[in-house]
């Protein structure tokens, strides 16, 4: 019992600090999107291909999370964008106070926030950092099934990017069931299908948060 | 203060269990191992291709977790070997007490106890379920730097099993550096490389598992 009780505080105390969050992105008009996938589905090369297809139009900053290491902060840093890494040690998802800290060490002259979470399909889902939109990321060499086995995160998102399609023709999976397995989850879902490879769907994808950042 | 007492005692009573399961097995003389990985990294596909491969040489029983869904223990329940499903409705790894549970349906007349992880390559590593050895698998697609980024399960684990192999022509990731960053973390591992779609390496996993199961 005691456990959920003091889960319960942490969640109103992370729900709390994300309120907050979403009211100062609203008031600035920025519009922050919280990045989620299992580990290596192509988050950092996602971001990495979204900035210049942006072609400076808009004004991003980034704040990526992961247990050990600034390598991503590094690739995203490359590439001339204000870019802030939390390490979390080991912890599995990002929280709403991280963010904050991490928010509050940034120019806040933005139009779009991108997080990327901590890989991670499951504990991240339950975590609001007061972004606008989640986007759950989901590599064809992960299978057909993951919508169905980690239903919450594709529940709790507005956007499925399936990454990677230029791995199909080497795999047993297929894009139609990934997504009727997601939209039986969460029938609201936009989707885009990508490839860091190819540059395949990254225009599509730019332009969606091209039009949430001009809202 | 209470988050850190709560979890204390959480992983003192998980640690007392796991203790009376792995004194269980070493009397039995089982064999058993703990599968984790990221989703989609090819835990069930080792699995399909593991049992076939010992050709009844050993008796095999399997526990496996989920978030959602059975379909895990259908295709492994389809070879003929019993197999229980773990649903954790959510919770992001498996515990000792679900594990106590799973394995007193169980017959107990094995030499071998696999049990496969919830798709989770962190919360998983910190929670002992009495197995002999942990397997942590990794998938050629999630990339390099993995072992870095989530040091503790590669520190935790006895084996590696660097998955998939037979797409590294399509891929930008090294089998050379993904073995150098997990032997950075841990010099101990025993490093297996596999595809379930060529059938590559599966016989030295399978040796491997043998050779512990007659110790």
Redesign the interface.
Known sequence: M??IT?ERK?LEKNDFIAGELRKEFLERNIFAVNIIS???SGKTSLIENIIPSLNYKLKVSVITG????D?DAQRIGALGVPVVQIITN?A?HLDANLVRDAWNSLNKDVNLLIIEN??????PSGFDLGEAAKIVIH?T???D??P?????VFRNSSVLVIN?I??LP??NSSVDIIMENALSVNPHLDIFQTSCVSGKGIDELTSWLQQNCLK
Chains 1, 2 share one sequence.
């Not at 992961?66 to 290491?69: A, E, P, S, V």
């Not at 901590?118 to 504990?123: F, H, I």
């Not at 169905?148 to 919450?152: A, D, H, I, S, V």
């Open positions: 005691s456990v003091v942490l299992s580990p290596g992961d247990l050990q290491t390598n080991g599995c901590v890989g991670n399909l499951v504990c590599s060499t992960e299978g099934d993951k169905l086995k980690y239903p919450q990677k230029d791995l080497y795999l």
